[in-house]
T-cell receptor, first 116, second 118 residues
Framework: AQKVTQAQTEISVVEKEDVTLDCVYETRDTTYYLFWYKQPPSGELVFLIRRNSFDEQNEISGRYSWNFQKSTSSFNFTITASQVVDSAVYFCALSEGSYNTDKLIFGTGTRLQVFP | NAGVTQTPKFQVLKTGQSMTLQCAQDMNHEYMSWYRQDPGMGLRLIHYSVGAGITDQGEVPNGYNVSRSTTEDFPLRLLSAAPSQTSVYFC?????????????????FGDGTRLSIL
């Protein structure tokens, strides 16, 4: 069965600190896709990144970076020099290998609070 | 383009009432789906559709019905509302032509419907 675990329920940091959000997944598929979404206090879901299982290259986008390690089934997300605007709930998600539906399996989310 | 539009944004129901949550997309996406978000549970898939006339159950389908008579619309029906269905509901759509290798946005989510059942 597929599963996504975000063990960190809530993280609090002070502005300018670096923070890493953990995501561990389980799947029997050899082809799968991983996602990160941000949900700010306003409630909408904001897409951050998608990764397929064949691409283990780390990704950096501004202050955001992602570390994908198949050996540990992890897809961790780091925010460098955090800002108050980063305060949100962050979800990691997994989609089935065939990717011919719209089925996502979400983790329970990590609430990040960045204090000034 | 409006993207994915969900109506209403808020709704309060009494136990036993029925209602339909509307979801419409104007991007000609084949795939549509409904999720519910509960505190501490993340988002869970209720029902999904891969095209007009085709629907299937997700992880938590009980108490909900869907139909997909057009590509644009994917309504979610609560037949007899129960307090356990108090949640935030999200509709999503995605193009079947979306390639997983692309880095552009895959699923498009609506802004959600906050439903309270008393």
């Amino acid at each position: 069965a597929q599963k996504v675990t975000q063990a960190q329920t809530e993280i609090s940091v002070v502005e300018k600190e670096d923070v890493t959000l953990d995501c561990v997944y389980e799947t029997r598929d050899t082809t799968y896709y991983l996602f990160w979404y941000k949900q700010p206090p306003s409630g909408e879901l904001v897409f951050l990144i998608r990764r397929n299982s064949f691409d283990e290259q780390n990704e950096i986008s501004g202050r955001y970076s992602w570390n994908f390690q198949k050996s540990t089934s992890s897809f961790n997300f780091t925010i460098t020099a955090s800002q108050v605007v980063d305060s949100a709930v962050y979800f990691c998600a997994l989609s089935e290998g065939s990717y011919n539906t719209d089925k996502l399996i979400f983790g329970t989310g990590t609430r990040l609070q960045v204090f000034p | 383009n409006a993207g994915v539009t969900q109506t209403p944004k808020f709704q309060v129901l009494k136990t036993g009432q029925s209602m339909t949550l509307q979801c419409a997309q104007d991007m000609n996406h084949e795939y549509m789906s409904w999720y519910r978000q509960d505190p501490g549970m993340g988002l869970r898939l209720i029902h999904y559709s891969v095209g007009a006339g085709i629907t299937d159950q997700g992880e938590v389908p009980n108490g909900y019905n869907v139909s997909r008579s057009t590509t644009e619309d994917f309504p979610l029906r609560l037949l007899s509302a129960a307090p356990s269905q108090t949640s935030v509901y999200f509709c999503a759509s995605r193009s079947a032509r979306d390639a997983p290798s692309y880095s552009n946005q895959p699923q498009h989510f609506g802004d959600g419907t906050r439903l309270s059942i008393l």
